[in-house]
């Protein structure tokens, strides 16, 4: 980084890392678990770890083969282990890997822009995730699925998996020579370890411009890769009464237009065979609940029209007639167009409502443009209409690296419904180094702004959101690493009052099999405000306090066990292997989740935030 004084403001220019640099060649057939050296392959070792101990060689040899041919990229992952039998894989749903099973994983940015890249993940089984990364974001994006092959054997000395990922699953620039960026990935649960190639440090914020290049693709294309997926449904049904008889034609279409650019329509469509939502608790909720887009024509390029405010939210889009879509990128240009419509407001309005039989219509478009090596500008508009009355929202965004330990990102948006209008600003800075990382979110919401196609739980606040860690490495056997955490949530209303503070400190020691122990308390207040709650007629303040320690452990092979000792003791216990929504032993996402509950004699919960993600996709 480099420095320079111009009059009374600093300047600071970021020099791109020199990144570590992978050329593969054209295989003369496709590889196998038990054939892939001697057919073009490269290999790839001197994969370095990143937790528990930053910078040193994996405990564990690892060598990788990469190659490809005119059909598909491969990827060859040996892992040797000195203690085979402990190796953990489980034959489980696809994107439900354990976060205590051995895997290995590679991730492509297949733009090379260091915005967004793809993950493929198998375990010791050949089981599947594949997902979709923001850089910028919190949680890598598991609704993506892709068509992709994968086997995996366990053997005496490890185990071996083979990736086989087409071409046509994979969106990428129009030219003859390609140049990605990679990651190669191994994680080893039991000894909380993971590693990759190139090294992705802890001392440097970020992931993806920290990632190698993969170069010697040439003569590639995803195709023309046109798809078209009509349906039919006929109902007949005879009853005392009548006869009753129905039909029902859709369909749904994508085309690939110059490799980087999708276009899907949607005519009629039909969800009956979109999987089904997870169980939530949605009874005697403060807040409405999310719950994730799983419907595809939503699914393709759903990252081009994210935001840190969350302006569009497909799942409003409840029983749309026709659509259509384009996303992809364009140079230095990120796309995204939307424009459909919804039945469902006029098919749920009574008769004599002035939506009945009426449907509305949603219209978005968003344009990023990459700034420098590490960031990009953007602007977003989004329109909800009907029957005359519309609502929408647009404003700009930007996210910029600082140096190499700070980022932010930076949005700021207005809205209009008939002639009331609200303005919303959002704010982050991360910081991290080896042992140390900070953040801090600043959310400010008029109590007049609306986005009707997004999804915003709470307006008329200012929020603003810490945490803080440190770790301390001692390197011992049974200790891995140790350090306090702090975290601290603040929510005023727009005329100054306090209706939130939190306040959590926490010291949490690091274990082998990962096992933590964390010693936590967790004073809180709330003001209840009648603009929030109908049935007060003034504010009521509550506060409270949790206390007490949390062990989590995956040491034993069959058994995962979380337990909370304190003021409110609980206990979890899950066979491995068995059917469930998600893991209780997974580490989550990288941010906190305001959630809040009300129980009963004016006692809250505070504040609570999701540790680190160490496993699905690393």
Avoid at 90 to 109: E, K, Q
Avoid at 244 to 250: L, V
Avoid at 565 to 575: A, D, I, M, V, W
Wanted: glycine share 8%; charged share 25%.
């Amino acid at each position: 980084m480099r420095r320079a004084w111009i009059g009374s403001a600093l300047l600071i220019v970021v020099l791109p890392l020199q990144a570590a640099v992978l050329e593969i060649g054209r295989v003369t057939h496709a590889p196998t678990l038990s054939e892939y050296s001697g057919i073009g392959m490269t290999h790839v070792d001197g994969f370095t770890s990143r937790i528990p101990n930053n910078g040193v060689p994996i405990s564990e040899k690892t060598e990788a083969w990469v190659g490809y041919d005119g059909n598909a990229l491969y990827i060859v992952f040996i892992c040797h282990d000195r203690q085979a039998g402990r190796i953990r894989a489980r034959l489980v749903n696809r994107d439900r890997i354990p976060g205590d099973d051995d895997t290995v994983a590679v991730f492509l940015d297949t733009f090379h822009d260091r915005k967004r890249c793809y993950g493929f993940q198998v375990n010791g089984r050949g089981v599947q995730n594949d997902a979709i990364w923001t850089e910028g974001g919190t949680t890598w994006d598991f609704s993506f699925d892709a068509v992709w092959q994968s086997e995996a054997r366990v053997t005496d000395e490890g185990y071996v998996v083979l990736f086989s990922i087409p071409f046509k699953s994979l969106r990428f620039p129009p030219r003859d020579a390609q140049e990605w960026g990679i990651f190669l990935y191994r994680g080893i649960p039991r000894k909380n370890e993971e590693a990759y190639w190139p090294e992705y440090s802890k001392q440097i914020a970020g992931r993806l411009n920290q990632e190698g290049d993969l170069r010697g693709l040439e003569s590639v294309s995803p195709g023309h890769n046109i798809q078209f997926i009509p349906y039919t449904s006929f109902l007949g049904a005879r009853t005392p009464v009548g006869t009753h008889r129905d039909a029902n034609a859709g369909v749904d279409a994508k085309m690939i237009i110059r490799d980087s650019i999708v276009a899907d329509v949607t005519v009629n469509p039909d969800f009956s065979q979109v999987e089904s939502d997870e169980p939530q608790e949605t009874v005697n909720q403060r807040f409405e609940v999310f719950f994730p887009e799983k419907r595809p024509f939503f699914i393709e390029n759903a990252s081009y029209f994210t935001t840190p405010i969350q302006l569009l939210f497909t799942r409003r889009i409840a029983d749309p007639q026709r659509g259509l879509k384009f996303t992809g990128k364009a140079g230095h240009y990120g796309v995204g167009a939307l424009i459909i419509d919804d039945r469902s407001p006029g098919e749920l309005a009574s008769i004599g409502d002035r939506f009945f039989r009426k449907s509305a219509t949603f219209r978005a478009l968003r344009i990023t443009r990459d700034v420098g090596t590490d960031s990009s500008i953007g602007g977003i508009y989004v329109e909800r209409s009907i029957a005359g009355t519309s609502n929408t929202v647009g404003g700009l965004d930007a996210r910029l690296r600082l140096n190499q330990n700070w980022f932010t990102t930076l949005q700021g948006v207005a809205s209009r419904t008939g002639d009331v209008s609200g303005n919303a600003y959002r704010g982050s800075l991360i910081g991290s180094s080896t042992n140390a990382t900070y953040e801090i979110d600043y959310d400010d919401r008029a109590p007049n702004f609306r986005a009707d196609a997004g999804f915003i739980t709470r307006v008329g606040i200012r929020q603003i959101q810490q945490a803080m860690s440190y770790r301390f490495h001692p390197n011992r056997k049974f200790l891995l690493s140790w350090g306090p955490d702090f975290f601290t949530n603040d929510i005023w209303d727009h005329a100054g009052g306090s209706l939130e503070h939190a306040f959590e400190p926490k010291l949490t020691f690091e274990l082998p099999r990962q096992t933590t122990v964390a010693f936590a308390v967790q004073p809180d207040r709330q003001r209840l405000i009648p603009r929030e709650f109908s049935n007060l007629q003034q504010p009521l303040a509550l506060s409270g306090r949790r206390w007490g320690v949390e062990v989590q452990t995956s040491a034993l092979p069959r058994l995962c066990t979380r337990s909370t000792f304190g003021e409110r003791p609980s206990t979890s216990f899950h066979l491995r292997g068995s059917p469930r929504t998600s893991h209780p032993c997974e580490t989550l996402s990288s941010r906190w989740k305001s959630i809040r509950a009300i129980h009963g004699r004016g006692r809250t919960t505070s504040s609570t935030r999701n540790s680190r993600m160490h496993s699905c996709i690393a």
